[in-house]
């Protein structure tokens, strides 16, 4: 997808602004936000969610509309999905950047493996700790009860 072509367009209708799909050419009608700031896009083609309404009335005065392009979601926070260093790698070519996702994947693959290795120690750990404090009970019982660790009475 080339990011320098227009997907989408707005115009302004009847003071209503509307989104536009140049493949569909289906008009949609946008909603201007309760600030009075921006104006909130329904879902185009453009990926656009927010245009601001004071640039919108000024480009509408000297155009019949506004052409919108492409723009890839933003995604905030760690996402696991994610790459280190995105910005970086899109100046590597193809091949040292299929390099460098399998690198990424092979680290987080064996990252995972720790963790689930480590969540299995812990519960291990765990039950392995209730098992030894009901065999001390199970002796000190036996104990009290003159019960030998064959299972037979003891001889006094």
Do not use: W
Not at 131 to 156: C, H, Q, S, V
Request: net charge negative; aromatic share 8%; proline share 3%.
């Amino acid at each position: 997808m080339d990011e320098m072509t227009p997907m989408s367009y707005l115009i302004k209708e009847d003071d209503t602004f509307y989104v536009v799909d140049y493949a569909t050419e289906e008009k949609k009608p946008c909603v201007i936000t309760k600030d009075g700031i921006c104006i909130k896009m329904p879902k185009n083609d453009a990926n656009r969610t927010f245009f601001n309404l004071k640039n919108a009335e000024k480009q509408l005065e000297t155009s019949d509309h506004i052409d919108l392009v492409y723009r890839a979601s933003r995604q905030y926070g760690p996402k696991s999905d994610r790459l280190p260093n995105e910005k970086v790698i899109a100046y590597l070519s193809e091949e040292e950047q299929a390099e460098y996702k399998a690198i990424i994947d092979r680290a987080r693959a064996r990252m995972n493996e720790d963790k689930s290795k480590n969540v299995d120690v812990d519960k291990l750990q765990a039950k392995l700790e209730k098992a030894k404090a009901m065999y001390e009970r199970l002796l000190k019982m036996a104990e009290e009860t003159g019960i030998n660790a064959d299972g037979g009475e003891e001889n006094a």
